[in-house]
């Protein structure tokens, strides 16, 4: 659950920003004593009563055994030791299987939650993965103001829309950190190429180690992907430094300071390299396609009719299964990243109802060839869209042999 509470982030906000004795004395997390605050209430004053020792950080944290954290993450990191503070916020939704049933509809939301930095880091201990805070070069000034941004957010509760390509944590920490700069602006340098590629190539190429996390959001992305869209939403956590390493705050009068001070602290000392174990997806339907064709063998030497029927009810089983996701995906899900799908040629539930309706037709031989066509369709497609890929031909081909051999028996001759 998120680990966020508006009267605590309030009473933060008063004490940091605002600096009064009244708010520090309720703060269960304050260590020290506020400041004394003068009944002067002059601008001078009061603000020589502010403390001046904030500091704020990006956290990155390494990809994590999770479908969800194939990436890693990134919070941003609020700290004013002289009153004890230490904070975390980070952009994300309830980790509950409702909440995520709710994000493939379309309807899930998500905030910022204020968390402890010692509880936030937990998790990470426990999985074992590095978590390094990179300092942010803001200023006093941005940095209360960062704080007091993070305020308003909690009192606002969950109310974004979560979209893992253009509102995820890095993205969203980003935005919150350019929404506190003021008279200044964020202008990115040198962009790597996961970065400056569209977000189907963002996909790919920002965890290459998860071959199976790439296979499944590239077949539920739609016509999206082919966006460049906006540079934010693409710095993942794994190049995340070394794009704010080439980035600037800039002034109107043009000039500027780097994004990062270079100053590193290392939260978390992990070790452990989480990818995907045990075959990768062109293994896999390599060895269905293998499958497959040992299959039609046996059902042309008139063999292991059993066998070939259990074989044939699972493929297709699988093929109506997924074929049904990503038919609401692309279709009724109100997540717009995934309209527009071309592999709802392949995935969807009709050919599972053509069967059911009319496979003791003495023509559904034609309705098989129909099938082969349009899997023949979709692989060629793959050469002009890509949203078809590799493994998506792959996934398609033990589909096609089935179905080919189906009209190939069905033939009046045989």
């Known amino acids: 659950m998120i680990h966020s509470s508006v009267r605590q982030l309030t009473i933060l906000l008063t004490a940091v920003v605002l600096g009064t004795a009244a708010a520090m004395a309720q703060t269960p997390a304050a260590a020290s004593p506020a400041p004394d605050v003068s009944t002067d209430t002059s601008a001078d004053s009061i603000a020589a009563a502010l403390p001046t020792d904030l500091h704020a950080g990006f956290l990155i944290a390494e990809p994590g055994p999770a479908f969800y954290s194939a990436h890693g993450h990134c919070a941003v990191r609020l700290t004013c030791p002289s009153h004890g503070l ?9 980790a509950t299987l409702w909440h995520y049933i709710q994000y493939f509809r379309g309807t899930a939301l998500a905030q910022y939650a204020c968390i402890p930095t010692e509880a936030f880091l937990q998790d990470y201990v426990e999985e074992n993965r590095t978590v390094v805070e990179h300092e942010i070069n803001l200023t ?11 305020d308003e957010e909690a009192m606002r509760g969950p109310h974004y829309h979560f979209d893992f390509l253009r509102k995820n944590c890095s993205s969203m920490s980003l935005r919150a950190v350019e929404r506190c700069l003021g008279d200044e602006h964020l202008v990115f340098g040198s962009l790597p190429p ?3 590629g569209t977000y189907r190539q963002f996909i ?49 009068d043009g000039s500027s300071r780097p994004v990062l001070t270079g100053n590193t602290t290392l939260m978390v000392e992990g070790g452990t390299i989480w990818t995907n ?17 040992v299959v039609t063998v046996l059902q042309v030497c008139r063999r292991g009719t059993a066998l070939v029927k259990a ?20 279709c009724l899900s109100n997540l717009d990243v995934m309209h527009y799908n071309w592999n709802l040629l392949v995935l969807n539930p009709l050919p599972v109802v053509l069967w059911a309706c009319l496979h003791r037709r003495p023509w559904f031989r034609w309705v098989w060839l129909a099938f082969v066509g349009v899997l023949v369709l979709y692989m060629l497609l793959s050469f002009v869209t890509p949203q078809i890929g590799l493994y998506q031909v792959l996934m398609a081909l033990p589909l096609l042999i089935r179905a080919a051999a189906h009209v190939w028996l069905a033939a009046p001759s045989r």
Not at 86 to 94: A, I
Not at 314 to 325: D, I, K, R
């Open 86 to 94: 230490d904070y975390c916020f980070t952009f994300c939704m309830d």
């Open 140 to 150: 006093v000034d941005q940095v209360r103001a960062l704080w007091r941004l993070f």
């Open 194 to 196: 996961v970065v400056a």
């Open 204 to 252: 790919r190429r920002a965890a290459p180690d998860r071959p199976w996390t790439y296979f499944v959001w590239s077949t539920l992305v739609g016509r999206v992907g082919e966006e460049v869209g906006v540079t934010e939403d693409k710095v993942a956590p794994p190049v995340f430094v070394e794009t704010l390493q080439q980035a600037a705050f800039v002034k109107a």
């Open 277 to 293: 174990r045990g075959l990768t997806p062109t293994s896999f339907f390599l060895l269905l396609t293998l499958l497959a064709l």
């Open 311 to 330: 074989i044939d009810v699972l493929l297709f089983a699988a093929q109506t299964v997924l074929g049904l996701f990503v038919f609401h995906q692309a």
